[in-house]
């Protein structure tokens, strides 16, 4: 199973909504990811998460929280979000090799398609 | 620094062989993908190569790197209309702190 789940597939909310993007996988990877993808672009890295403590923080905006409640779950909270950050919200996870999360092959969800009114 | 370079656009017809380039830096990368996005879809990963292979074949699918000229190409066989997505060429630099590095993607269109 190389599945990996986001929810919700679609959102829409206002500059002052508070809501939250899920991801899930049952593959046993120790890392995951959180990537934003503007139309026609490559995705572009957000957060890492490793062994659920967070090792990368790619200059984000404090708008967008990551969290990671266990080993399957990886939960993207956002808060006062702004219009240019509508995009596709990608998760992704990989294995942790000798403690490395890079040089790790990452498997993608479907997505989440954020629209900030 | 680290940066993947592919072409924009392809453009073949149903049953051709479609060929989609790459070239990337960093000769330490230990290995390179390739993705596949459909419209409005997540990426799905469609192949990898290691860095110390020359070629992958997964049926369709051939891959082939030159680690000399830091090459790396996607070759697929028969193509068909379903193959229309966006292709993108990825590497993963050796060394702490970064993730994937994708390159802009290439739009392969095919034509019935």
């Known amino acids: 199973d190389t599945e990996v789940t986001q929810t919700p597939k679609h959102l829409v909310m206002g500059m002052t909504n508070k809501k939250s993007l899920k991801c899930e996988q049952h593959m046993g990877h120790r890392a995951m990811y959180w990537y934003k993808q503007k139309a026609k672009k490559p995705p572009e890295l957000m957060f890492v998460?490793?062994?659920?403590?967070?090792?990368i923080n790619e200059s984000v905006p404090s708008r967008f929280s990551p969290e990671c409640p266990n080993s399957s779950l990886l939960n993207l909270h956002l808060h006062a979000l702004q219009p240019e950050d509508s995009a596709l919200y990608l998760c992704?996870?990989?294995?942790?090799?000798?403690?490395?999360?890079?040089?790790?092959?990452?498997?993608f969800g479907p997505g989440t398609r954020l629209l900030v009114l | 620094g680290e940066d993947v370079e592919q072409s924009l656009f392809l453009s073949v017809r149903e049953g051709d062989s479609s060929v989609i380039n790459c070239t990337y830096t960093d000769s330490s990368s230990t290995y390179l993908y390739w993705y596949k996005q459909e419209p409005g879809a997540g990426l799905q990963l469609l192949t990898y190569i290691f860095s110390n292979m020359d070629m992958k074949q997964d049926q369709r699918l051939t891959v082939l790197l030159n680690k000399k000229d830091k090459h790396l190409s996607l070759r697929i066989a028969d193509t068909q209309t379903g193959d229309s997505a966006i292709y993108f060429c990825a590497e993963t630099p050796n060394q702490a702190g970064t993730a994937l590095i994708f390159g802009k993607g290439t739009t392969l269109s095919v034509s019935s």
């Open positions: 998460y490793s062994y659920e403590k967070l090792s």
């Open positions: 992704a996870s990989s294995q942790v090799n000798s403690g490395r999360t890079y040089g790790e092959t990452q498997y």
